[in-house]
């Protein structure tokens, strides 16, 4: 499987995609799945697949958080065609941060290909969304699973909702 996004293309792949970024955790089982961001099919939910039974996981409906989104966000995407795109499971394995992503002319090499917006932040032990904001800004996860961490040194506090400029102390 190919993360078209980082340019890693292959016109074959049609199915889920995962990528070569640490979307999980090495010490965990537990493997955010999703679908191509031109094309999800049936990969438009919030999933986790567990590496060791096969099972899917369907963390949460993509209605059921497109319906907490601020308003923004509900008016960029339709309900139908969007997707959880790029889902990524904190060092804790409770919380999966991703962005919105919705198919435009559906071709995966095109400038036009998907509208994909947003950082969100889905907290799977209180089963909702505790952080959202409109820029990705190529996130990772700090060690604590309370902190992202983005370009250019934005640190994210999803606990208290607040960001802060400058070093990033890790």
Same mark, same amino acid.
């Given at each position: 499987?190919?993360?078209?996004? $980082? @340019?890693?293309? %292959? =016109? #074959?792949?049609?199915? /889920?995609?995962?990528?070569?970024? *640490?979307?999980?955790?090495?010490? !965990?089982?537990?493997?955010?799945? =999703? !679908?191509?961001?031109?094309?999800? @099919?049936?990969?438009?939910?919030?999933?986790?697949? %567990?590496?060791?039974?096969? #099972?899917?996981?369907?963390?949460?409906?993509?209605? $059921?958080?497109?319906?907490?989104?601020?308003?923004?966000?509900?008016? /960029? =995407?339709? *309900? &139908?065609?969007?997707?959880?795109?790029?889902?990524?499971?904190?060092?804790?394995?409770?919380?999966?941060?991703? #962005?919105?992503?919705?198919?435009?002319? !559906?071709?995966?090499?095109?400038?036009?290909?998907?509208?994909? &917006? !947003?950082?969100?932040?889905?907290?799977?032990?209180?089963?909702?969304? +505790? =952080?959202?904001?409109?820029?990705?800004? &190529?996130?990772?996860? &700090? *060690?604590?699973?309370? /902190?992202?961490?983005?370009? *250019?040194?934005?640190? +994210?506090?999803?606990?208290? @909702?607040?960001?802060?400029? @400058?070093?990033?102390? /890790?």
């Amino acid at each position: 499987f190919f993360q078209a996004e $980082d @340019g890693i293309r %292959d =016109y #074959k792949v049609t199915g /889920v995609q995962t990528c070569a970024l *640490p979307i999980c955790q090495p010490t !965990g089982n537990l493997v955010p799945i =999703y !679908g191509p961001h031109w094309a999800p @099919g049936l990969h438009r939910d919030l999933l986790l697949l %567990d590496a060791i039974t096969g #099972k899917v996981e369907r963390v949460a409906p993509i209605t $059921d958080i497109l319906a907490q989104c601020p308003a923004w966000l509900q008016q /960029v =995407y339709d *309900p &139908h065609r969007v997707s959880a795109f790029f889902p990524v499971l904190s060092p804790d394995q409770r919380r999966m941060f991703f #962005k919105l992503s919705q198919p435009n002319d !559906g071709q995966m090499r095109s400038r036009n290909a998907s509208t994909r &917006h !947003g950082l969100l932040v889905f907290d799977r032990d209180a089963n909702r969304l +505790i =952080y959202t904001t409109e820029s990705w800004g &190529h996130p990772a996860w &700090h *060690p604590d699973s309370n /902190v992202i961490i983005t370009v *250019p040194n934005l640190k +994210i506090d999803v606990n208290a @909702g607040t960001q802060q400029i @400058g070093r990033a102390h /890790v």
